[in-house]
């Protein structure tokens, strides 16, 4: 048995645990205990009112998955609405973030670009910044005078008040290139309705609104997933790079089959990672203004 210096066994294990105790009590409290009481509050019939612990809250089983999913009303379509928008929000999101995040990642791993660090810092500096100021940011850029419109403006085009803006980017779409009238949709779409949502409705794609949030989250968290990516780049063997090159492969072809088979474990992880982030973001959510969410 392993002793210490003073030769008391049982100090080692102690000291261990005093040390990992505030981390246990901090996500006991902040990330099991909400647990514990979200799943609670989702088998009784606590209406929100007073505590879910009280006297009057009893265990109701599945009956409220059961309602939500087979009984028609406000609830089950704020809920489809919600799985539409988190749908679309984790397509979108997911892959331009890792796209953008593995092109940022070849480019400051070039050896012939001068002032790489400074590139990796700035690129992975929207990843530390408080939300709360990129927010601001965002908010300016895409206002209705914003900087976003004023650059529209110059090449002619009107830009959306994109932060209250409901139209999906689907409907617009097809409105452009003449398949439908977004003010007068085909009856076939809107008179055909699939769990309490019209085919209109399911197949708008993410709202204007959504997109503007869109392209925030993944300007911010692209530089975080760039640095797994330049950390597997940088792990690639040098012989590998050479014997391809001696091969006669061009860049192209040494990117697709050399450096992309190395770094799928790393696009799996980046997947992996993001995609839980997409689904818990408050904004892929129904809200009251739900087509905007």
């Known amino acids: 048995m392993a002793t210490n210096r003073s030769g008391d066994p049982m100090r080692a294990p102690v000291a261990g645990w005093l040390f990992v105790t505030p981390m246990i009590v901090i996500l006991g409290l902040f990330l099991i205990l909400p647990i514990v009481m979200a799943l609670w509050v989702s ?25 939500l999913l087979t009984k028609p009303g406000l609830a089950r379509q704020d809920f489809m609405t919600s799985l539409r928008n988190t749908f679309f929000y984790v397509i979108g999101v997911v892959p331009l973030q890792t796209a953008l ?15 790489r660090t400074f590139f990796r810092t700035a690129f992975y500096f ?33 830009g959306p008040n994109w932060f209250a803006d409901p139209r999906g980017l689907i409907h617009l779409a097809g409105d452009w290139i ?10 076939v779409l809107t008179g055909t309705r ?21 392209l925030q989250v993944i300007w911010t968290t692209a530089g975080t997933f760039m640095l797994m990516f330049l950390a597997a780049l940088q792990d690639l063997p040098v012989e590998v790079e050479e014997a391809a090159r001696v091969d006669g492969a061009n860049a192209r072809q040494r990117f697709w089959n050399v450096t992309i088979p190395h770094l799928r474990p790393t696009i799996m992880l980046v997947v992996t990672l993001g995609t839980p982030c997409s689904c818990s973001s408050p904004f892929s959510t129904s809200s009251p203004s739900s087509s905007s969410s």
């Open 43 to 67: 088998v009784s019939n606590w209406s929100g009112r007073g505590s879910p612990f009280g006297g009057s809250t009893q265990f109701v089983g599945i009956a409220n998955y059961s309602d």
């Open 101 to 115: 995040a593995l092109m940022l990642a070849v480019l400051v791993n070039q050896k012939f670009l001068r002032g």
């Open 126 to 158: 929207p990843s530390v910044v408080s939300s709360v100021a990129i927010t601001l940011v965002f908010l300016f850029l895409f206002a209705g005078s914003g900087a976003v419109n004023g650059a529209l403006a110059w090449v002619g085009i009107n």
């Open 178 to 187: 003449g398949v439908w009238n977004i003010n007068d949709p085909p009856s």
């Open 194 to 214: 699939l769990v309490n949502l019209s085919l209109w409705e399911w197949i708008k794609g993410p709202s204007v609104a959504m997109s503007a949030i869109m």
